[in-house]
């Protein structure tokens, strides 16, 4: 007895008593925010890390540089790192809600250290992000890489990291994990491209010297975008130096660029102006059929910011492209992007950050056939209204919510007569509109030290508008299978149903849930796993081997389904010596419904009801992706390897039959079992630099012939199943050499010269492979066309 | 079909490759080589051509069909086959017709009776089993005049000619029309419906391939120019047909796909014939260039 009152009063009383003073005297929690900033040029830093020394609490900045922890009274050493800048720590008293903005500078020393993040920012971090499947790539590592004439290219980078290829040279887009090129959400400043490729895929629309920074989500795609299944393509512009004035471009050997950007408003804005051009006449007379011929393209980015206060912050962006050709006095086109953003970044409360935007996208194709008095034209357009929020709720968990709403209006084609003797009559596809709009809520919860959890849930809706009218046909069966020809056909069309412009023709709804979970292994490791279902309600229709700027954009509606995919992936990640390596493993496996296809000799262009032509099907896709990245030394780089496989099938459906290739799977267009790159860069002296870059990819699939058959005084060949067959392997190395010479260090003005060779023991790799008669000799031939063979080039940049 | 392709195709041959260059538009740097590629084989299948043609004017007692076997791509060595049976049943008035096998690779008649609009049944019987195509014969319209110029092709000092014909009104038609120049060895082939000319005079024009452009049209050369009525299902087919057969070397082409003809075997299905059974009339005229 006496032992137990001995015991209360020495231990539970005291506790007793701490507990009741801590009830009475309850630690305050305060929050800390503000914007991380690069100190040269007051770019906003986009993933930089900042946190409590010593602590679990911290987070990255959002897009806007914006940050905002949360953490009991006290005094703290807060630290803000980012990699290849030098790491700052500063003391702060947090008693207060306080704003608190930070500078940080390049460190000159580690500018050589590729940076490329794959999932989180900063590797000091013990904080870890289960975002999986994402790379960011600042615009100074796409400089390095070498490029076809002397163009940096975005793009072509990103080809070179795993998962990521193309469906050959001078094709246009890119492929993400076996998906197609309509299937990657591609967005300038929050603005949708359509097109991104000038010149069929020799280069990008995106100027490097404009662009801050991308961001590339291969498949765990955050809740707050939607509208694609593969991937998400995030390239931000940048705001424009708010310090002084500066100069940034470049002369080459078919282009010149020039950035101009500059403070406003007494430094409480900036802006950046970049434009980049061909020069006009190119290749001329090249061809003697075709004499007089010019080919030309030019972008405009612009950008500019305006600091109302502390809370409020206003951006207008915008970009303008177009490609040029006129093939002597036969053909007149262009095409091409324009886009306009106009932004409020507004911060609530120190904890609640919000961005609404107001955006507009147009893509459109023209072409006038002056031999034929034809004018042609197609284009899509949208508005897009997203209002998206960040909450900071507290130092574990971080809520993010919004709304988007998007207006679509497509032009599928129209055709004019060019002068009024034509013997062209005017013709005009349906035009569609529609409207996709979506909200979601994701919260990231870091549940221990050592798990954090991503759940986030996107639901969207797309409502087909009418306007039009929508054919029916004979029992249900726009396409139907001829069992005597063994071939699919149109269905007969049995009149149409009109739709006012009131009314909605077809309405979809689909939840989206966005699923992650990250788990540290030791403070070097770490392994995730992550789900991702999406839904994509438009559709790049495309039945040749390339895509074409004739291909033409689709909704979704009463013959097309949405497609939705689901996306399981697990990786792991591994960080040696002090970060001087890197390793990451990914796998996955996903599954695309309603993925539409094309019956045997679809005639797709300028047909105004595809439902004629198509049948519904679904795709597969699972793959090993491996990255091996030196980050540190003399020396740096990676090696990325993708084992994958993509196949698709199509079963005949109402259509009946057997489906396109007997209903089996066969391999998808830009299915590549191998895509091996190597990268590298060494910085031989302080002048001189030297990149290379490998590529080996297996040939494409392509249909080849199995035989012959004579008839009608000719040979016809005998086509085998869909795909079965592959191009042979492509692969390259293009080498560069980067001169800076620096002659006076102090002086504003600085150059480099360029020096670079694509492909560089001129391959001749096959972009297509085609097989018919020889004109001439009568035999059967194979003709293959490459594209690019050697190319050497010039490039002279400057900065000022 | 209401395309795009199909107007430029109707009123512009010639520019076809212009267009198709427009678009690949990589004139500068692509290059296009004849590879040695081996390519699969699969096993033969029987070939059946019974391209029956009345020549307008004529009994059209004579035909002849041609029996061979597919071969593998680069082998173009001819593969007749003998010893099959061949007949041809008028399923609109019951005649009957067999063909004689000549014991290479032919099969002929000299019985034949052509009658416009009736229906035709083929049968062939080889190894055990049958093959069997129906068609109608579709009559085709004289050539009314074929006109020479030198302004109208893409080369503008080159000849070229035009053919022109009258569209029967108030039906919906078909025609398919071959040009064979000189020495040339392989025919240019054009198809057209009247959809858009109904009743019209309709024309076609003809120039020399762009792959010969050495052996350039002279005065004195001649051109057999063929003209037939035909099915929308032969017209399809023979569409696609031509596409593929101008796909060499254009990287835009539309995926090539399998040419089933119109031939079916009802015992076997997997078992069909290539070929294209067609019954038509024909006009056929040979021009000759002067200066």
Not at chain 1, 420 to 433: A, E, V
Request: aromatic share 12%; net charge negative.
């Amino acid at each position: 007895m006496q032992y137990l009152s001995q015991l209360f009063k020495k231990s539970f009383l005291p506790l007793f008593l701490i507990l009741i003073n801590s009830m009475l005297f309850a630690q305050e929690e305060y929050t800390l925010r503000g914007t991380i900033s690069d100190e040269t040029n007051g770019e906003t830093m986009f993933g930089t890390t900042v946190y409590f020394k010593g602590t679990t609490i911290g987070t990255t900045t959002n897009e806007y540089g914006f940050y905002s922890i949360t953490a009991p009274e006290g005094k703290y050493i807060l630290v803000v790192s980012y990699v290849g800048y030098k790491e700052i720590q500063k003391e702060v008293f947090l008693n207060k809600n306080t704003t608190l903005n930070i500078e940080i500078k390049e460190d000159p020393s580690l500018l050589d250290e590729v940076v490329i993040t794959a999932t989180d920012g900063s590797e000091r971090l013990n904080i870890r992000k289960p975002q999986m499947g994402v790379v960011t790539l600042k615009a100074e590592t796409i400089k390095l890489v070498p490029a076809v004439l002397g163009e940096v290219d975005l793009i072509k980078t990103i080809q070179l990291l795993p998962g990521v290829s193309n469906n050959g040279e001078g094709s246009a887009g890119f492929n993400v994990r076996g998906g197609a090129v309509d299937q990657n959400l591609v967005l300038l400043d929050e603005a949708i491209i359509y097109n991104t490729s000038h010149f069929f895929g020799l280069f990008s629309v995106f100027n490097n010297d404009a662009i801050k920074d991308v961001k590339l989500y291969k498949g765990d795609i955050p809740a707050k975008f939607g509208g694609r299944t593969a991937s998400v393509l995030d390239v931000r512009q940048k705001d424009g130096n708010n310090k002084r004035l500066e100069l940034n471009g470049g002369i080459g050997l078919i282009s010149s660029r020039l950035a101009l950007e500059a403070p406003l408003f007494k430094k409480k804005g900036s802006f950046l102006l970049a434009g980049r051009s061909t020069y006009a006449q190119l290749f001329m007379g090249l061809a003697d059929d075709l004499g007089n011929s010019k080919i030309s393209f030019y972008d405009l980015n612009l950008k500019a910011n305006y600091e109302i206060n502390e809370n409020n912050k206003i951006y207008v962006s915008s970009y303008f492209g177009r490609d040029v050709f006129n093939i002597s006095s036969l053909l007149d086109s262009n095409y091409g992007n324009i886009t306009g953003n106009l932004r409020w970044n507004h911060i609530f409360n120190d904890k609640l950050f919000s961005n609404l935007s107001l955006i507009y996208s147009k893509y459109d194709y023209q072409i006038v056939l002056d031999f034929v008095k034809l004018d042609w034209i197609s284009d899509i357009e949208n508005f897009n209204l997203k209002y998206d929020f960040g909450y900071y709720a507290s130092d574990k968990i971080k809520i993010d919510f919004g709304l988007s709403g998007i207006s679509y209006n497509l032009n599928p084609g129209e055709i004019t007569p060019s002068t009024p003797t034509s013997p062209i009559n005017p013709l005009k596809l349906d035009q569609k509109r529609a409207f996709e709009a979506g909200a979601y809520a994701s919260v990231e919860h870091a549940i221990t030290d050592k798990l954090t959890a991503r759940y986030g849930l996107r639901y969207s809706t797309f409502n087909r508008l009418g306007g039009q009218a929508i054919k029916n046909y004979a029992n249900n069966q726009p396409v139907v299978y001829n069992q005597g020809l063994g071939i699919y056909q149109s269905g007969e069309a049995v009149g149409e149903t009109e739709y006012s412009r009131g009314q909605t023709i077809e309405q979809f709804g689909n939840l989206e849930p966005r699923l992650g979970l990250s788990y540290k292994l030791t403070d070097h490791s770490s392994i995730k796993g992550s789900y991702t279902r999406t839904a994509q309600y438009l559709q790049l229709l495309s039945n040749t081997a390339s895509v074409t700027p004739l291909d033409v954009w689709t909704t979704s509606g009463t013959y097309v389904k949405p497609q939705l995919s689901n996306q399981y992936a697990l990786g792991y990640y591994k960080k040696f010596n002090d970060n001087a390596y890197s390793f990451e493993a990914e796998t996955y496996y996903k599954t695309t419904d309603n993925r539409i296809d094309y019956i045997d000799g679809a005639d797709l262009i300028g047909n105004n009801t595809i439902e004629t032509e198509i049948l519904n099907g679904e795709a597969r896709a699972y793959g090993l992706e491996l990255m091996l990245r030196k980050n540190k030394g003399r020396f740096t780089g990676w090696f990325s390897y993708t084992l994958a496989k993509t196949e698709q099938r199509s079963f005949g459906g109402i259509a009946g039959g057997p489906g396109i290739n007997n209903g089996n799977w066969y391999n998808a267009p830009f299915d590549r079992t191998h895509d091996i790159s190597i990268t590298g860069m060494y910085k031989f002296t302080d002048k001189w630099t030297f990149s290379a870059n490998a590529v080996y990819q297996t040939g494409r699939p392509v249909t080849y012939p199995t035989g012959q058959f004579e008839y009608d005084g000719s040979s016809v060949v005998i086509y085998n199943n869909r795909n079965a067959s592959r191009l042979p392997a492509y692969h390259r190395i293009d080498v560069s050499a980067t001169y800076k010479p620096n002659r006076k260090p102090d002086k504003q003005w600085k150059g480099e010269w360029v020096f670079s060779i694509y492909n560089m023991y001129n391959r001749r790799n096959a972009a297509s492979i085609t097989f018919g008669q020889n004109y001439n000799t009568v035999a059967n031939e194979a003709t293959r066309t490459s594209i690019f063979g050697i190319i050497p080039s010039i490039t002279y940049n400057f900065k000022f | 079909m209401n395309t795009l392709i199909e107007i430029i195709r109707k009123n512009i041959l010639k520019s076809k490759h212009a267009l198709k260059m427009a678009l690949l538009g990589l004139i500068a740097f692509s290059c296009t080589d004849v590879v040695d590629i081996s390519v699969p084989t699969e096993a033969p299948r029987l070939v059946i051509e019974a391209s029956l043609g009345w020549e307008k004017g004529s009994l059209g007692n004579n035909q002849t069909i041609k029996l061979s076997l597919s071969t593998p791509f680069y082998d173009l060595t001819p593969s007749p086959v003998t010893g099959a049976s061949v007949r041809i049943e008028n399923v609109t008035n019951g005649d009957v017709f067999i063909f004689e096998d000549q014991q290479d690779g032919r099969y002929t008649t000299a019985d034949f009776e052509p009658i416009i609009n009736n229906t035709y049944n083929l049968e062939v019987i080889y190894n055990n089993e049958a093959y069997t195509a129906q068609e109608t014969l579709i009559p085709v319209p004289e050539i009314d005049r074929i006109e020479q110029s030198r302004i109208g092709g893409s080369d503008p000092e080159e000849l070229d000619l035009t053919i022109y014909f009258n569209d029967i009104e108030n039906e919906v038609n078909f025609y398919y029309a071959t040009f064979l120049e000189g020495n040339d060895l392989l025919p240019l082939r054009i198809v057209l419906s009247d959809e858009f000319t109904d009743g019209n005079e309709m024309s076609i024009f003809y120039e020399e391939n762009e792959a010969d452009a050495e052996d350039e049209i002279l005065p004195g050369d001649m051109v057999d120019i063929y003209l037939f009525g035909i099915t929308e299902e032969y017209y399809d087919f023979l569409g696609r047909l031509i596409e593929q057969g101008d796909n060499a070397g254009d990287p835009f082409a539309t995926v090539p796909t399998r040419l089933k003809g119109n031939y079916i075997n009802p015992g076997n299905p997997e078992n069909y014939a290539f070929g294209y059974f067609r019954v038509t009339e024909f006009v056929n005229e040979v021009y000759t260039f002067v200066e």
